[in-house]
């Protein structure tokens, strides 16, 4: 069974470029969520995906935007690309038992985002 | 604002021993608790769990503490291995309401030594 997986693993970009990164969820896991991971921090809540739609967004601007499609994959796409954007990208995914409940997180290996 | 805090950035143990990891929140209204392990290069990797009703829960070598009143938890890990050395993120939720949106600290580095 196939955990969660993240395409590119690792990716350099240039200021002001956009990005798409990629997930695929765990088999049976139909919840999608997107976590910055800066140097030194711990994972930051950029948002959730769920039956397609973004169902709560953390405190990330706009520039940072996201899809889920009918499989429950998602992307994640940042716009206008700044230095401070070079993080670990995780995806995780869970099962949303109705609109309250919920699995555990399984996390992806993450995506090294360098902007330079 | 870090409303879950793991003030040790990190913490070194000889095998054998027990180590204990610790983490504070603020938010009041977190009902659930999870401790994730990362190794270099890899995500996180779920640990175990506890639930606001509990105040303690184990599995095998694991054992999460939860003293509510003090908004604190611990990670207990006996005996300690060289394999445990990792990152550890103490992680908290609201299940009902935040619908699995994880709010993590910063991780302590755990180094178990031969």
């Known amino acids: 069974d196939a955990g969660v997986t993240q395409s590119p693993t690792h990716l350099i970009k240039t200021r002001g470029q956009q990005v798409t990164l990629r997930c695929s969820p765990k088999?049976?896991?139909?919840?999608v969520s997107w976590y910055q991971q800066a140097l030194g921090q711990g994972p930051q809540f950029i948002f959730q995906?769920?039956?397609?739609?973004?169902?709560q967004r953390g405190n990330f601007p706009d520039r940072f935007s996201g899809h889920q499609f009918p499989n429950y994959s998602s992307e994640l796409n940042v716009n206008a690309l700044l230095l401070g954007d070079s993080a670990l990208y995780l995806c995780?995914?869970?099962?949303?038992?109705?609109?309250?409940?919920?699995?555990?997180?399984?996390f992806g290996q993450g995506t090294r985002l360098t902007v330079v | 604002d870090q409303q879950v805090k793991q003030n040790s950035p990190s913490l070194s143990v000889q095998e054998g021993r027990i180590s204990i990891l610790n983490c504070d929140y603020t938010?009041?209204?977190?009902?659930?608790f999870l401790w994730y392990k990362k190794y270099p290069a890899e995500g996180p990797t779920f640990l175990i769990s506890?639930?606001?009703?509990?105040d303690k829960n184990e599995d095998g070598r694991f054992t999460v503490f939860l003293n509510k009143s003090a908004k604190h938890l611990s990670l207990h890990i006996v005996p300690s291995q060289p394999g445990d050395s990792a990152v550890y993120f103490c992680?908290?939720?609201?299940?009902?309401?935040?619908?699995?949106?994880?709010?993590f600290g910063r991780g302590t580095q755990l180094t178990v030594w031969p």
């Open positions: 995780a995914s869970s099962f949303s038992s109705g609109r309250t409940g919920y699995t555990e997180a399984f």
């Open positions: 088999s049976g896991h139909d919840t």
């Open positions: 995906y769920y039956e397609e739609e973004e169902r």
């Open positions: 938010n009041s209204m977190f009902d659930y």
């Open positions: 506890i639930s606001s009703i509990k």
């Open positions: 992680a908290a939720t609201r299940r009902g309401s935040t619908l699995g949106r994880l709010y």
